[in-house]
């Protein structure tokens, strides 16, 4: 049970930090910097579109390099599928607060 209250308060807090990083305009993560870069180059609106396809490519890659060492699906479950999906509509959804509360502009 402590598990999944775990995940579900992660699921909550990480994309809060990733969008308060995406409008202060601080230096963002990786995924945050590549999913702007791609949203900018491809004149997308489409958010969670965009990150879950970059979380999917990473997790697809995380699994062949699994399968060739031998690991198999290693510790990718259910909960990193979850996650790949959820993650992208979570950071729109506080980036649509904060625009809403007069933090951000689109």
Known sequence: LEHIAGFIFGML????????????????????????????KTNSTRLPIVRSII???????????GIIGGIGTGRIGAGTLVFALVIGWMIRFYLTLFERMGLYET
């Open 13 to 40: 807090l990480l994309p809060l930090g990733g969008s308060l990083i995406i409008i202060t305009k601080l230096p963002a993560a990786v995924y945050d910097e590549l999913m702007l870069a791609v949203m900018s």
């Open 55 to 65: 979380e999917l490519t990473v997790i697809l890659i995380a699994l062949i390099i």
